[in-house]
């Protein structure tokens, strides 16, 4: 590690997640919310997340968040939920279960630190990773995208405006990142990919549409139905939420959509299709989705090189999607920004 990253800012991304034991977690679950369940952890990037399993058949997610993060961003996202819960009650989130005390979140201690924590419902359902891709998925995937996107169109908060590192509109901070890929050839690829976002899209961001989005609509976050693996039936990790510009959460859902066989474009055809049907694209931006899936794209091999050296003990879980990433950039170069825009819009039914 260098000098430069040990004196880096303490912030989530930096800071190593919350270390409480199985044991610990148990006992402050049943001293909080009087529910005495078996805990077992589940991967996480920066917070603690926990399945809770009571012997009466319910489950329960704990959240425990990491001690740099900003409790008023915990509380953001927390708010957040209960919106969504209110303005658009048939999207498949997660609902927020309070303490015995009323409290949607509280702060848990350890080790001089102080940690947001809350407990969520269960969801139902498979993980969208490895189900077969259909074009009715790809609809139920934007579908269920553009009413989320539709929901959250309405919510703000005093914390919204928050830096995290997932933001497309940081990415050209992250050029000081990409000495960590390994590859010289992929390093100056991704290098190129964010000095054209800088150069070319950035100018054009107070003339997009801005909201509050998801911003990690990938195949880990979204369940299916075990049977029918075309229906949605969970939308998960609020822990990316943001403000930013609309077109760019449609984007980060659309970079882990590249077809693998056929036209690298198909699948996010028929995703952005459907989206546009319930949360309409201006025609502009839609016109600046094939660059920015391949900014989504670098992101994910510029954070992901960058933590795994950081944390090589959680590199599995961090470069899960890193290798795709790389296959989808090189297939998306194939086609010309021309070709890509005018499939777009002939599918949202725009004039090509």
């Not at 296959?327 to 005018?342: F, I, K, P, Y």
């Amino acid at each position: 590690m260098s000098a430069s990253e040990t004196a880096e800012p303490r912030s989530a991304f930096t800071t190593s997640a919350p270390a409480f034991g199985i044991a610990e977690i148990e006992a402050l679950v049943a001293e909080r919310y009087g529910i005495e369940a078996e805990a077992s952890l589940l991967t996480s990037e920066r917070d603690l997340t926990v399945r809770l399993d009571v012997a009466d058949g319910r489950r329960f997610v704990l959240k425990i968040a990491n001690a740099a993060e900003d409790p008023a961003v915990s509380a953001f996202q927390n708010r957040a939920l209960e919106h969504i819960e209110r303005t658009v009650p048939d999207v498949p989130a997660s609902r927020l279960v309070r303490t015995l005390a009323g409290e949607a979140e509280f702060l848990a201690e350890r080790g001089g630190e102080r940690h947001v924590t809350r407990l969520l419902t269960w969801l139902p359902g498979r993980p969208l990773f490895g189900a077969p891709r259909t074009p009715r998925q790809m609809r139920s995937i934007g579908t269920s995208l553009g009413r989320l996107a539709s929901g959250l169109s309405s919510f703000s908060h005093p914390a919204a405006v928050h830096e995290i590192v997932w933001d497309i509109r940081r990415s050209p901070g992250l050029m000081e990142r990409t000495r960590h890929i390994s590859d010289p050839v992929l390093r100056a690829r991704v290098e190129a990919i964010f000095a054209g976002f800088r150069d070319e899209i950035a100018p054009r961001e107070p003339g997009l549409r801005a909201q509050v989005v998801h911003n990690d609509f990938n195949p880990f976050n979204l369940l299916v139905d075990e049977a029918e693996t075309d229906r949605i039936t969970g939308i998960l990790d609020f822990g990316d939420l943001v403000e930013t510009c609309a077109i760019y959460d449609l984007a980060v859902a659309s970079a882990y959509q590249v077809s693998e066989t056929g036209h690298p474009f198909a699948a996010i055809a028929e995703l952005v299709a459907a989206y546009h049907a319930v949360h309409p694209v201006p025609v502009d931006e839609l016109d600046l989705l094939p660059d920015l899936v391949g900014v989504r794209q670098a992101m994910t091999i510029t954070i992901g090189e960058w933590r795994a050296s950081r944390y090589p003990e959680n590199a599995a879980y961090i470069l899960r999607n890193h290798a795709k990433a790389k296959a989808s950039l090189d297939r998306c170069s194939g086609v010309s920004r021309q070709e890509a825009r005018a499939m777009l819009r002939r599918a949202c039914g725009w004039d090509a």
